[in-house]
C-alpha cells in the first residue's frame, strides 16, 4: 500500500502569502495519478489538480502542482479568503488502487 | 451537468446492515469508474470501493467481505450494500466518479453505527 504524507499539518498564511503544500508518497507514483482536492467546512471535496500538474475546470490559475516520483507539491501563488480550507492529495495506485493523504489545513494568520 | 447524489444514511446498530445509494445525473454510471469514499467525523478521507467500467470491483481492507458495491443500470445509481457495521464505519459517505481523480463528488449520506 502506497502510504501518502502531507506536509504541514497546517498552514497559517495571511491573504496574499504564497502557500506550499507537500505530499511525499512512500513509493513512486506515476505523476499521472496524483491528484489534489480543496474540502471547506460542510462541504464535498473538489478536484483541483489532476495528472499532479493540470488543472481541474474552473480552478483559478493561482493554483499550480508539480512534482514527480515520491514528492510532490500543490502551490497558492497568492492565497484569497476563499481558499481557506483543507487540501488533501490522492493517489491511484495497484494495491490497494487509491490512498489520501491526510489533509494541510490551510487556515487565516 | 453532472450530479451526484446520496441517500440511505441513518443511525444503525452495530452489527445492522445498511444499504446506500448514490442517484447519477448528466452521466451514464456504467461507462464510467465509480467510488465511494468515506470521512469519520473532524477527520480525513478514506478510499472503500471502486467498481470500474469493466464490472470489477475492489475494496479498502477496513471493508472487504462486510461491504458490497454495485450498480443499478436501469436507475444509473451506484450502490453500496453493508453489513456487520462497527462504530469505526460512522462516517460521511462520498460517491465520487473517477478512477485516478474523482472530478464529481455527491454530497455525502451520514451513516453513524451506535447503540
Known amino acids: ?109 | 451537468e453532472v450530479q451526484l447524489v446520496e441517500s440511505g444514511g441513518h443511525l444503525i446498530q452495530p452489527g445492522g446492515s445498511l444499504r446506500l445509494s448514490c442517484a447519477a445525473s448528466g452521466f451514464i454510471v456504467r461507462s464510467t469508474h465509480m467510488s465511494w469514499v468515506r470521512q469519520a467525523p473532524g477527520k480525513g478521507l478514506e478510499w472503500v470501493s471502486v467498481v470500474y467500467d469493466t464490472g470489477r470491483t475492489y475494496y479498502a481492507d477496513s471493508v472487504k467481505g462486510r461491504f458490497t458495491i454495485s450498480r443499478d443500470n436501469s436507475k444509473n445509481t451506484l450502490d453500496l450494500q453493508m453489513k456487520s457495521l462497527r462504530a469505526e464505519d460512522t462516517a460521511v459517505y462520498y460517491c465520487a466518479r473517477g478512477l485516478r481523480y474523482f472530478d464529481s463528488w455527491g454530497l455525502g449520506t451520514l451513516v453513524t453505527v451506535s447503540s
Do not use: H, N
Not at chain 1, 41 to 47: D, E, K
Open chain 1, 1 to 109: 500500500e502506497i502510504v501518502l504524507t502531507q506536509s504541514p499539518g497546517t498552514l497559517s498564511l495571511s491573504p496574499g502569502e504564497r502557500a506550499t503544500l507537500s505530499c511525499r508518497a512512500s513509493q513512486s507514483v506515476s505523476s499521472s495519478y496524483l491528484a489534489w482536492y480543496q474540502q471547506k467546512p460542510g462541504q464535498a471535496p473538489r478536484l483541483l489538480m489532476y495528472g499532479a500538474s493540470s488543472r481541474a475546470i474552473g480552478i483559478p490559475d493561482r493554483f499550480s502542482g508539480s512534482g514527480s516520483g515520491t514528492d510532490f507539491t500543490l502551490t497558492i501563488s497568492r492565497v484569497e479568503p476563499e481558499d481557506f480550507a483543507v487540501y488533501y492529495c490522492q493517489q491511484y495506485g495497484s494495491s490497494p488502487p487509491i490512498t489520501f493523504g491526510p489533509g494541510t489545513r490551510v487556515d487565516i494568520k
